[in-house]
């Protein structure tokens, strides 16, 4: 998915503005997550939590459940 398929998937669900810049959406893809972590990335954001910080979340998820 690129940024605009992104963009798209977002207003599909509802938002009127897409809860991630481009560069925070590169940030999520170069960090190895996927396009399902980025919309959750960006719903996280949108309810107020910082990126950084759902960004954080999210990749320790991936590493967890890569363990297992």
């Known amino acids: 998915m690129n940024y605009e398929n ?3 998937q977002c207003a ?3 938002f009127t503005s897409t809860p991630l810049t ?6 999520v ?3 190895g997550l ?3 972590d980025a919309y959750n990335i960006g719903c996280d954001v949108a309810a ?3 990126f950084m910080e759902s960004l954080r ?3 320790a998820a991936m590493l967890n459940n890569a363990e297992h």
């Open 6 to 8: 992104f963009q798209r």
């Open 48 to 50: 107020g939590f910082s």
């Open 57 to 59: 979340e999210n990749k």
């Open 22 to 27: 481009r560069l925070q959406y590169k940030v």
């Open 12 to 14: 599909r669900y509802g």
């Open 34 to 36: 996927n396009d399902a």
């Open 29 to 31: 893809i170069v960090s």
